[in-house]
C-alpha cells in the first residue's frame, strides 16, 4: 500500500469541515419547565421540536455540543432495515406484531424526509437508493428468502441482483450479488444534526451546550437533574443519550450496550473516478457479520469507509490503517489515494437488537439503535414527544418489547471482543 495517510491526518469527522457541533451560550432556567430533555443529537433534538411546537416549555441538556455523539459523527445512511429482517421479527414477535415493527422502520424514513423539507434542512439529503451487497452465496440467499417474504407485505420499491447484476450500485468485483432499494439513501450528518437543532431552538427550544446532566431525583411532581452549573426543575424527562448513556441511569446501564465505530474518509479524488465506483450514489452496506458500510461524499469528491478497525484499541494511525486495507479489498482502484480522516463514535446495542423506546420511574427514553439511527432516532424521538403529551399517536409497535439486562453486564461491554472473534472468525471462514 501506498500513500495510506494523509501528512496532515485529521482526527475528527470529515463531516465538521462543513459543520462543526458548536456550543451553544445558553442558562439554567430559573422557573421549572415542562420538559427536560438529556442529550442533544437525533433523538433528543427530534423530540425537542416536535414538544415546543406543542406549546410545551423545553431544555436539553448535552454534555458535550449539540450533534457531538453519533449523530454528526456517522456515515449518513438513511434507511429501514432491522437486524434479522422481517422473518427474524415474526418469528420472535409472531406475524402482526413482526410486520407492525417492520412497517414502522420503513415509516422513519418517510418521517425524516418530511422532518428536512418540511422545516427546509440543507443536510444533502438524496434518496438515491441503497445497495446492501452479499458477500457469501449463503447470505444472498437469506437476502432472497426476506425480500420475498416482505413482498407479501409491503410495497417497497426494492429487487434482488445477481453477481452480473449490480455493476450500477458499485464497482467492485467481490460480491455474490445483492438487495438493492431504491427508497432509501443518504444525507450529511453533521449538517441535518446542525439544522435540527437550529430549528428546534428557533420554534422555542432552549439548547444548553456544554452542560452534562448528573443525579436524577425524583419530585412530587417531576425531576430535579444536578449539573455543574445548578440543577434543571422539570415535570418530565427524557434520556436521549444512546452509546454515550454512562452511568447516567443504572437502569439503561445494565440494558443499553456501547460500541465504537470508526469510519475514514479519502482525500480529494476526482469527481469521474468516484462516479466510475458508485455510478448511481447508492450507500453501501455489506453483509458480514464485521460489516463495512461504504459511500461517495455528497460532493461526490471522497470515498467514505465505516468498520471495526480491530479487536484490540488502537492509535487513530492505526485505526485508519487497518480501514484503509479494509477500503483496498472492496476497490484495488484506491490503493494509492491517501485517507484525510479518521473517526470514531459510539452506538448503542441492546440484548434484543431492536430500537427501545419506554419510561423507566416516570423517565422516558429512546435509544438502542444498533448502528442503523440515522432514520429511527428522529422517528422515536417524535413518538417519545408524542407520549409526553399523552398523544395515544405516541404508541408504537416498538412498545412492549423486552427490554432486559442480563446477569454477567453490569454496564462494561467485556463480551464485544469476545463476539468479535467469534465473528471475524465466520466472516473469513465463510460458515
Ligand atoms: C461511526 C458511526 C457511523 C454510523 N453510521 C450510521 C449510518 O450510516 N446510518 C444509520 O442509520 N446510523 C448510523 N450510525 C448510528 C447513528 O449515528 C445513531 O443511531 C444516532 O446518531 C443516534 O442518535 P442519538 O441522538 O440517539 O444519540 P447521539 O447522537 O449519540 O447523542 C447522544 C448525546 O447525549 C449526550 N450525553 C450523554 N450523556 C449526557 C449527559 N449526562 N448529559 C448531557 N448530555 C449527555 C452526548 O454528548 C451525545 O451528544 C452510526 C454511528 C456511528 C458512531
Not at 87 to 105: C, D, F, P, Q
Request: aromatic fraction near 8%; charged fraction near 20%; charge should be neutral.
Amino acid at each position: 500500500m501506498t500513500n495510506a495517510m494523509a501528512a496532515d491526518l485529521k482526527t475528527v469527522p470529515y463531516w465538521w469541515d462543513a459543520a462543526r457541533p458548536l456550543a451553544v451560550e445558553s442558562h439554567l432556567p430559573e422557573e421549572k419547565v415542562d420538559v427536560g430533555i438529556i442529550g442533544g443529537g437525533f433523538t433528543g433534538l427530534s423530540a425537542a421540536l416536535t414538544l415546543v411546537k406543542a406549546g410545551l416549555s423545553v431544555t436539553v441538556l448535552e454534555a458535550e455540543k449539540p450533534g457531538f455523539g453519533a449523530s454528526s459523527r456517522n456515515g449518513g445512511m438513511v434507511g429501514n432495515l432491522l437486524k434479522g429482517g422481517l422473518g427474524g421479527l415474526i418469528s420472535r414477535y409472531g406475524h402482526e406484531k413482526g410486520i407492525a415493527i417492520y412497517n414502522e422502520a420503513i415509516a422513519s424514513v418517510s418521517f425524516i424526509k418530511n422532518l428536512i423539507e418540511e422545516e427546509g434542512i440543507d443536510c444533502d439529503l438524496a434518496l438515491t437508493g441503497r445497495f446492501y451487497p452479499a458477500v457469501l452465496d449463503k447470505d444472498l440467499d437469506s437476502m432472497k428468502r426476506d425480500f420475498e417474504l416482505r413482498e407479501k407485505y409491503f410495497d417497497i420499491p426494492e429487487e434482488i441482483v445477481g453477481p452480473n447484476g449490480y455493476a450500477e450500485d458499485v464497482d467492485s468485483k467481490i460480491y455474490k450479488g445483492g438487495l438493492r432499494q431504491h427508497h432509501t439513501g443518504g444525507l450529511h450528518p453533521a449538517k441535518y444534526v446542525k439544522g435540527l437543532a437550529a430549528t428546534a431552538e428557533k420554534a422555542g427550544a432552549s439548547i444548553i451546550a456544554p452542560l452534562r446532566a448528573g443525579k436524577i431525583t425524583k419530585e412530587v411532581e417531576g425531576f430535579i437533574v444536578s449539573t455543574p452549573k445548578g440543577a434543571l426543575r422539570c415535570r418530565q424527562l427524557l434520556i436521549a443519550t444512546n452509546g454515550y448513556s454512562g452511568d447516567l441511569l443504572p437502569f439503561l446501564q445494565k440494558r443499553v450496550i456501547p460500541i465504537g465505530s470508526t469510519m475514514i474518509a479519502t482525500e480529494e479524488l476526482s469527481e469521474n473516478l468516484v462516479t466510475s465506483l458508485f455510478p448511481t450514489k447508492r450507500m453501501i452496506t455489506d453483509s458480514r457479520k464485521m460489516l463495512s458500510y461504504y459511500r461517495p461524499s455528497p460532493d461526490g469528491r471522497r470515498v467514505l469507509l465505516g468498520a471495526r478497525p480491530g479487536i484490540l484499541p488502537m492509535s487513530p494511525a492505526g485505526e485508519a490503517a487497518s480501514l484503509k486495507i479494509a477500503l483496498t479489498k472492496i476497490f484495488p482502484q484506491l490503493s494509492s489515494v491517501a485517507v484525510s480522516h479518521v473517526w470514531s463514535g459510539k452506538v448503542a446495542y441492546d440484548f434484543h437488537a431492536l430500537p427501545t423506546i419506554g419510561a423507566h420511574d416516570g423517565i422516558h427514553y429512546a435509544m438502542g439503535y444498533c448502528g442503523s439511527g440515522v432514520a429511527m432516532s428522529g422517528y422515536l424521538g417524535h413518538k417519545a414527544a408524542l407520549k409526553i403529551l399523552g398523544q395515544p399517536e405516541g404508541a408504537t409497535a416498538f412498545d412492549d418489547i423486552p427490554f432486559d439486562g442480563r446477569l454477567y453486564y453490569n454496564g462494561t461491554p467485556w463480551f464485544v471482543p469476545v463476539a468479535m472473534v467469534g465473528y471475524r472468525l465466520r466472516d473469513a471462514l465463510g460458515f
